[in-house]
Structure formats: structure tokens, C-alpha cells
């Protein structure tokens, strides 16, 4: 058993363009990055088909997850700097906060939405099945690896660990917000990282903030929004995510209609037979997910075969506003569309987008959040958004943004499709 808190002979480093420095001091964190599981995370890129919108983000989810790892450390010496840290939970923090991704798929949400998969719960069947991070995990007892996956399920008993890594401000929104930033050249995901580590501090159950570094929680609360609006629900980036889905459901289906492909997708028939095993999933990266769409440019079938050209090629879906309640003119516009031999289920998308910057605690109520608390100069604790103009004028509201997706040149160019174009133009402006 590896003894708790065994160093390295020597510090380890690496050079990450958001923290400077990523800083492993125990062992047990530099074997877990070291395990074939925790390195699959390279060929999984942080924010999906964005890079098809901002050429930068091309990040993966393994840096992101060393800059989760590097916040909670860091977080946690402050505490320990005041004593206000229990040092036999430390290592399962650090733990938790390196591998809270590790179960993502190629294409993180876009790929579960298709496969009905859950990335937390391949996390925690990566952490307690048979792999080479169980074994890492093991090492520090019997029960470690199941309090690992404790802190990713949120039913841990020390909350305060939970917290510093699933909250309304957290170690992962921290990192992802100034990472994604970074990488997309974007301003808005910046904020005073410093400033929030020097005013956190602990209470019970939970991380507080002085009321003087208000301010800064502002800050990181605004750039949050700001991020999600003009980063994460492009619609450009969702344009490409609505091709991404369609073709994975237009595989599925030939494959389950016993369609013949002129290559057998053999890494993914699992996933299509609906009996996908923890080492089916853990073979599935982007760069297998992109062979396929390469290789199905070529296929027989017209519609993977459009789709996978699209995607690869970045010929995207346009995009219009569109009201979710207007059921007629969706419903005309498919009738046009099968008129026109143009198949609405794979053609016209609706898609929507919603978020929710900041919500304060309503007990009882379906994924209720804990607040964000300030604590005051009299040594009590006040809800962000009853001290912030700037909170509270967000807090609770739920902003959701609708957009209909369809093929301009199939609408637009092709001359067999020109009798839909006008009733396009009339009930899309």
C-alpha cells in the first residue's frame, strides 16, 4: 500500500499557459496522470466542435483537468496556511478534482445526448472497475477509490470537499472559464483567480467569501455569462453540433436497419447495439470518431454521406431566430422540405440553449444550489445576491435561446429545391 502523502523524490511540473506552473508533489497524483485512462483525456478536446468557430480551441480535456487538479491544491494550502483544513482529506480531493472528467466521450455532450451516456457515470465506473486507475487508487486502501467516486456523485460526507469541486463556484468553472478563454482569444472568461483564493475561507460545511473580495465573485459570476452567450452557445459551434448529432443518429439508424457499411464502424457498433462495456467506451476518442466521418464522405447512403462531408469540410447548417411556440410554420416548413425530397429529420433542427448564470438557495427544489455566501466583518454569513446589485439583478433567471438550423445551399442553390425558397424567405424573416 502506498504510504498517505508519499512524495516524489522530485517535484514535478508542467508548463501550462493559464497557471504557469501545474506543481505534483505526491505520488499518487503522478501515477494517476500517468494511467491510460487519465491520458485518453489528450485525445478529447475541452469544448467539442467550438473549434470549428474559434480556431484556437483546440485545448483537451487533459489540460483542463491538471488545471482543476492545480486550483484545488492551491486552494486547499490556503486553508492549510490557517489550519482550517483536515489533512486526511486532502488526497481525495486532489483525486477527485484530477479524474472529475475522466469519463467524458469523444464530443463530450454532444455524443450523450445521441448515446443516452452519462460522463459522470463512466467517471465513477472508471474510478471502481477494473483499470488502471482503480489499481492506482487501491493502493491507498480498500475504500479510497469508492470515496473518490463519492465526491464526483456528490453523496461524499465532508461537503466542503464536494464543494471546492462541484459548486456555483468551483475548481472546474474556475479553470474551464479562464482556460476556454485563453484559448477561444475571447475576453470575457477573465477574472481575479488571485483575489478569490485570498478571500475564500472555510465555515462548517462549506467555502465563504470575505465581503471584501465581493467584487471579485461579481467578477467571476459576469465573466461565467458572458462566456456561455458569447463562447459556449455560439451558433455557430451549435450549427456544427446539430451536423455531429445528426450523423451519429443517421449511423445508428442504418446500422439497426441492417444498412451495410463499405467500412465496418467496429468501435462503434457497441454503442449502436446498445451493449457498450466500460473497455468498449474507454476505445473511443475524437480522433476515432473523426476516421469514421471521414471515411463515411463515401458512403452509399446520401445523407451520412452529405452530412459527413459538411462536417469534415465545415460546410455548416444556417441559422435563424425561431419562437419554440410556433408549431405552424415549423410544421409547414417540414411539409416543403419532404415535398422537396429533403429529409426534415436530418435538414431542419430546432435547437435551444439555456443557462443559468447564478441561483440562490431554494430548499426542496429539483437540483437546488447551494448559495454563494459572504462572510461579513461580524463573523456572519450573507447571500451573494442580497449584498451584489450585480447578482441579484441575474440571480434565478434562466435565459433560453431557440434557433432553427437548416441547409442554406439545399434551400437557397440547387435548382430542383427553388420552389421552397420563397416560402422559406416568407415564414423564416
Not at 440571480?395 to 431557440?402: I, L, Q
Request: glycine content about 4%; proline content about 4%; charged content about 30%.
Amino acid at each position: 500500500m502506498t504510504k498517505p502523502f508519499e512524495p516524489l523524490d522530485e517535484e514535478k511540473v508542467f508548463k501550462d499557459p493559464v497557471h504557469h506552473y501545474i506543481h505534483v508533489y505526491e505520488r499518487l497524483i503522478w501515477d494517476l496522470i500517468g494511467t491510460k485512462e487519465f491520458q485518453r483525456l489528450r485525445r478529447i478536446r475541452q469544448l467539442g466542435t467550438t473549434y470549428l468557430t474559434f480556431h484556437g480551441a483546440e485545448h483537451s480535456r487533459f489540460s483542463h483537468s491538471l488545471g482543476v487538479y492545480e486550483i484545488t491544491r492551491r486552494i486547499i494550502e490556503g486553508f492549510e496556511a490557517r489550519d482550517e483544513w483536515d489533512p486526511s482529506e486532502k488526497l481525495i480531493c486532489l483525486s477527485a478534482a484530477l479524474l472529475h472528467d475522466v469519463g467524458h466521450g469523444p464530443f463530450s455532450h454532444s455524443f450523450e445526448k445521441v448515446f443516452g451516456t452519462d460522463h459522470e457515470n463512466f467517471t465513477r465506473s472508471i474510478i471502481l472497475g477494473d483499470t488502471e486507475i482503480h489499481a492506482v487508487l487501491e493502493r491507498m486502501g480498500a475504500d479510497f477509490p469508492e470515496k473518490v467516486a463519492d465526491v464526483i456523485a456528490k453523496t461524499y460526507e465532508n461537503k466542503l470537499v464536494v464543494s471546492l469541486i462541484s459548486s456555483q463556484i468551483d475548481a472546474d468553472r474556475m479553470d474551464y472559464l479562464l482556460r476556454d478563454a485563453y484559448y477561444t482569444g475571447v475576453s470575457y472568461g477573465h477574472f481575479d483567480l488571485e483575489r478569490i483564493w485570498r478571500v475564500m475561507r472555510q465555515r462548517e460545511d462549506q467555502v465563504v467569501f470575505k465581503r471584501s473580495g465581493m467584487h471579485a465573485v461579481e467578477d467571476y459570476i459576469m465573466s461565467r455569462y458572458q462566456m456561455y452567450w458569447q463562447v459556449y452557445f455560439h451558433p455557430v459551434t451549435r450549427s456544427a453540433e446539430v451536423v455531429l448529432r445528426k450523423i451519429l443518429h443517421r449511423a445508428k439508424f442504418l446500422y439497426q436497419s441492417g444498412y451495410s457499411f463499405q467500412v465496418e464502424p467496429t468501435l462503434l457498433i457497441p454503442l449502436f447495439r446498445e451493449d457498450m462495456t466500460l473497455q468498449d467506451y474507454l476505445k473511443l476518442d475524437e480522433s476515432v470518431i473523426l476516421y469514421y466521418f471521414s471515411i463515411w464522405q463515401d458512403e452509399a447512403d446520401p445523407i451520412l454521406s452529405d452530412l459527413c462531408s459538411r462536417f469534415v469540410n465545415r460546410r455548416l447548417f444556417k441559422y435563424t431566430e425561431y419562437v419554440p411556440t410556433n408549431y405552424e410554420v415549423y410544421a409547414e416548413l417540414r411539409n416543403a422540405f419532404k415535398k422537396a425530397g429533403i429529409d426534415p429529420e436530418y435538414y431542419l433542427v430546432v435547437d435551444s440553449s439555456s443557462d443559468l448564470p447564478y441561483d440562490f438557495y431554494r430548499p426542496g427544489e429539483e437540483g437546488e444550489r447551494l448559495p454563494i455566501n459572504l462572510l461579513m466583518p461580524d463573523g456572519s454569513l450573507r447571500e451573494l445576491s442580497r449584498e451584489s446589485d450585480v447578482v441579484e439583478a441575474i440571480s434565478g433567471k434562466k435565459r433560453t435561446d431557440h434557433k432553427l438550423y437548416y441547409p442554406a445551399d439545399f434551400v437557397y442553390d440547387l435548382s430542383t429545391h427553388r420552389k421552397i425558397k420563397q416560402r422559406m424567405i416568407e415564414l423564416l424573416n
